[in-house]
């Protein structure tokens, strides 16, 4: 495996997608599973947390919000991505909601299998606040269907990966409900594709 201290160098880090993107469809996957939805249909505003080096940035015309913690990844999407309605930034969800930023979709990829439960209910209730229509995530899972999904599983970065009905309680404590949730292969991993939003409140 990369160390860690590698991954957090973005040319590596962007060497290692690109290459991914070719031998598996890494990117053009999600993508293609959110196109046949109709989600992306109108280019909707995207807030994308844990944006990396902008891999997303194209996947709407419309305006676009990368955020994410890491400074060296925040530069590297900043100076590659030229479209005057995509932003990086290298801040927190929170702090979007203190400025009232809103959008169409919140996007998360690979994501909340990095943070513990508490933290992961939440992000997700802070995303969908940010959301006006849908909290898009994509996640490993533990359940992988080969040996080589659950050799790479087990030897993840992210400490909390988890199995399908627990990431789907998660959303439910977060007031989320979950539209659609399907498993798609990436590779030799299984990941699981959610589309979620607000629950709307039972009529009195």
Not at 21 to 49: C, M, T
Not at 147 to 162: A, N, P, Q, S, T
């Amino acid at each position: 495996m990369i160390p860690s201290r590698l991954l957090d160098q973005s040319f590596v880090w962007f060497s290692l997608r690109y290459g991914l993107e070719l031998a598996i469809g890494l990117y053009g996957k999600r993508v293609a599973w959110l196109r046949q939805r109709g989600v992306l249909e109108g280019n909707p505003s995207v807030i994308d947390l844990g944006c990396g080096i902008g891999q997303y940035a194209g996947i709407t015309e419309g305006r676009y919000l990368g955020i994410d913690l890491n400074r060296r990844y925040i530069d590297h999407a900043s100076r590659g991505n030229r479209r005057p309605n995509a932003t990086f930034r290298c801040v927190d969800a929170a702090a979007l909601l203190d400025e009232r930023t809103r959008c169409d979709l919140a996007l998360m990829v690979d994501f909340v299998h990095h943070i513990p439960d508490e933290l992961a209910v939440n992000l997700l209730r802070t995303m969908a606040l940010l959301a006006d229509r849908f909290v898009v995530n994509f996640e490993p899972v533990t359940e992988q269907v080969n040996r080589v999904g659950r050799w790479l599983i087990g030897h993840d970065r992210g400490e909390f990966i988890r199995p399908r009905d627990r990431l789907r309680e998660l959303y439910h404590e977060a007031g989320l409900e979950v539209v659609e949730s399907q498993g798609i292969q990436i590779g030799p991993i299984t990941t699981l594709a959610t589309l979620a939003r607000r629950k709307v409140p039972a009529p009195q």
